[in-house]
């Protein structure tokens, strides 16, 4: 394998592993809304279930959707969203405070949305 497609093969899998935690993250969310006596789960726990999908099959996703959905992922991930966010009746729970060690947060290495993927 020549060292491009290595690179390349590496930062699909980093990119896919963002999505994978992303998808963890909203179920999480999604069953403390529940928790705190809220209704909605249904749509948190759908979402989490599209972006499982889209960890594993990100090769064969349109560019674009995989731009928005590594966005989101990314802005996530470093902290960046709004403290909350309202789809229909699923309001998620403020972020909780980031951890600054990437590994000790389960998150993938190098995923650069927009930049080969």
């Not at 930062?11 to 896919?16: K, P, S």
């Not at 996703?61 to 991930?77: D, F, G, I, K, Y």
């Not at 972020?95 to 000790?104: D, F, I, K, N």
Request: aromatic fraction near 4%; charge should be positive; proline fraction near 5%.
């Amino acid at each position: 394998m020549r060292a491009s497609e290595e690179r390349a093969a590496v930062q699909l899998r980093d990119c896919g592993l963002l999505l994978a935690h992303f998808a963890r993250q909203l179920r999480r969310r999604a069953v403390q809304v529940t928790y705190a006596g809220l209704h909605g789960q249904d749509i948190g726990l759908a979402m989490a279930a599209v972006f499982d999908s889209l960890s594993v099959t990100l090769d064969q996703v349109p560019n674009q959707v995989r731009r928005e959905a590594l966005a989101a992922a990314r802005r996530e991930h470093t902290g960046q969203m709004p403290p909350t966010i309202r789809v229909g009746a699923f309001a998620s729970v403020s972020p909780a405070v980031l951890v600054t060690s990437r590994a000790a947060r389960g998150a993938p290495g190098r995923c650069v949305p927009g930049q080969g993927t």
